[in-house]
């Protein structure tokens, strides 16, 4: 079966100020050995696709910044929204999109800007959720097994084995209270929500149109007219049929000055994070 990736780069996130800006969000900034965190991104899912089946997702703003940062990627594999509708909006029309050229492949989406520190790892644990996505109904997430209760991260809440190393998605978990948090971690079946998603087209097809059936009929010449929602809150709460893998990768969603430097980044003076 055909698989294919694509890498979503169209937020503007305000974690990161003064170093990013809405001009130059996080995942554009090249602090990683002169890299950036959507080149890093693209680097690893180059371990697992050729290049004519990686994707990014982006809006109209980036889509010149995305092609300069990534200038082996083909301009027609980035698929710019016209306005921002949130992920569900921009996944559905990049699923659709790649399916009319691809057939019903198995697409993963990855936000840009996650730092994963064991790339091998993160490869083994992709083609795992590709295999399993290509064989059942299943839409596949993928939860970061926990190193703190952290209270920053949504969790995905997980079952019983269902195979090998992949595990029912019993439901999802909004950012919990430190006790909660606490609670989660030493309860053993949580993962937090990495926002990591595979799925065969067809299944993710099935699954939108029961649950939001408007953004199941999306195109570019009706973008407009959708409901602003995230792809969590339109679909994944919702789904029946959803599994976990779990992956122990290094992973870091570079959310405060403290993740750039637990990830290696040397921050100027002036920004350095207070030390209690």
């Keep these: 079966m055909t698989r294919a990736a694509v890498i ?4 503007i996130g305000t974690r990161l100020r003064p170093l990013s800006s809405d001009e130059n969000p996080k995942q554009f900034l ?5 890299q950036s ?16 089946h990686i994707f990014v997702s982006t809006n109209e703003t980036f889509r010149a910044k995305c092609l300069a940062q990534l200038p082996g990627l083909p301009p027609e594999n980035v698929i710019a929204e016209p306005s921002r509708r949130n992920t569900a909006p921009a996944i559905a029309l990049c699923s659709f999109a790649i399916a009319q050229r691809l ?3 198995s ?7 996650h730092y994963i520190a064991d790339e091998a790892e993160f490869a083994r644990v992709l083609d795992r959720a590709f295999a399993f996505a290509e064989t059942s109904e299943f839409i596949v997430t993928i939860g970061i097994t926990p190193t703190e209760p952290n209270t920053g991260y949504g ?14 998605l019993v439901r999802f978990k909004e950012k919990p209270t430190r006790e909660k948090a606490e609670e989660f971690v030493r309860a053993g079946n949580y993962a937090w929500n990495g926002g990591i998603f595979v799925w065969r087209v067809s299944n993710f097809r099935r699954e939108l149109e029961q649950h939001a059936p408007q953004i199941a009929r999306v195109t570019l010449a009706n973008y407009d007219t959708m409901p602003s929602i995230s792809i969590d809150y339109a679909v994944m709460e919702k789904a029946e ?16 000055f403290e993740a750039l430097e637990r990830a290696g980044v040397v921050l100027p003076d002036e920004i350095k994070p207070a030390r209690g």
């Design 8 to 11: 979503l780069a169209g937020g």
């Design 30 to 34: 090249q602090l990683f050995d002169g």
């Design 37 to 52: 965190l959507l080149q890093k991104t693209f680097a690893r899912l180059r371990r697992v696709l050729d290049v004519p």
């Design 103 to 105: 057939g019903d492949p």
């Design 107 to 113: 697409i993963a989406f990855l936000p840009a800007d």
């Design 155 to 168: 969790y995905l809440e997980l079952g019983d084995e269902i195979a090998h190393g992949v595990i029912r």
């Design 241 to 256: 049929h959803v599994a976990t893998l779990r992956g122990d990768f290094g992973w870091s969603d570079i959310g405060s």
